[in-house]
């Protein structure tokens, strides 16, 4: 058990256009998962945590206007990138918590031309 | 400033051999220490360490928590190519929030 889904599993995209990712946590429920950023070479910096329910919390230098989060049920979070420029092309993991564990998902490759 | 740091960030042995990687830390508010293993995609959960001194161990992979020197060093014995990955050491530090190291980039020739 304990299995989190994330799609698309690689995006590319023109610059300015908005992308969205979703993560799913396919046989538990979550009621917070967290979104990461991975650079190349890079270890995972966390953005925000996702709350269902309720308003995500973004780690301090993350722009919340422009990573919208949403967190509809208790097993989907989506992660919506606004206006994507090149310098948001990363790999983007989720993470949902069960217990005192965290799950990750596969990742998001996304790429910003 | 929380931080996490790990070292080498690279390292390069032949089948068979022993490594230790570490990780150090300072972090207010510490929950636990975790070890992930990562591949292509998603980082693989390890160990979780809470306490000093309880070494845990999984196979050829063992771990230990030093919590008045704010480390931990991950031990991997008889190493294999499938031991090849990034490894990953992260603090919780309250609210499931975890704070990553950069990553130990482990090699293992045949």
């Known amino acids: 058990g304990a299995v989190v889904s994330q799609h698309p599993s690689w995006v590319i995209c023109k610059s300015g256009t908005s992308v969205k990712i979703e993560c799913r946590s396919l046989d538990f429920q979550a009621t917070t998962m967290f979104w990461y950023r991975q650079f190349p070479k890079q270890s995972l910096m966390l953005m925000a945590t996702s709350n269902e329910g309720s308003k995500a919390t973004y780690e301090q230098g993350v722009e919340k206007d422009k990573f919208l989060i949403n967190h509809a049920s208790l097993t989907l979070s989506t992660l919506t990138v606004t206006s994507a420029h090149p310098e948001d092309s990363s790999f983007y993991i989720c993470s949902a918590g069960r217990a005192s564990e965290q799950f990750f998902g596969p990742g998001t490759r996304l790429t910003v031309l | 400033e929380d931080k996490v740091v790990q070292s080498p960030l690279s390292l390069v042995v032949h089948e068979g051999d022993t490594v230790t990687l570490n990780c150090s830390y300072e972090?207010?508010?510490?929950?636990?220490l975790l070890w992930y293993k990562q591949e292509k995609k998603a980082p693989t959960f390890l160990f979780m360490l809470?306490?000093?001194?309880i070494e845990k161990k999984s196979g050829r992979l063992s771990s230990i928590l030093d919590k008045k020197e704010l480390f931990s060093i991950l031990n991997i014995t008889a190493t294999q190519t499938g031991d090849s990955a990034v490894y990953l050491c992260a603090v919780e530090r309250g609210a499931q929030k975890l704070v990553f190291g950069q990553g130990t980039r482990l090699t293992i020739n045949p």
């Open positions: 809470t306490s000093s001194g």
């Open positions: 972090v207010t508010n510490f929950r636990s």
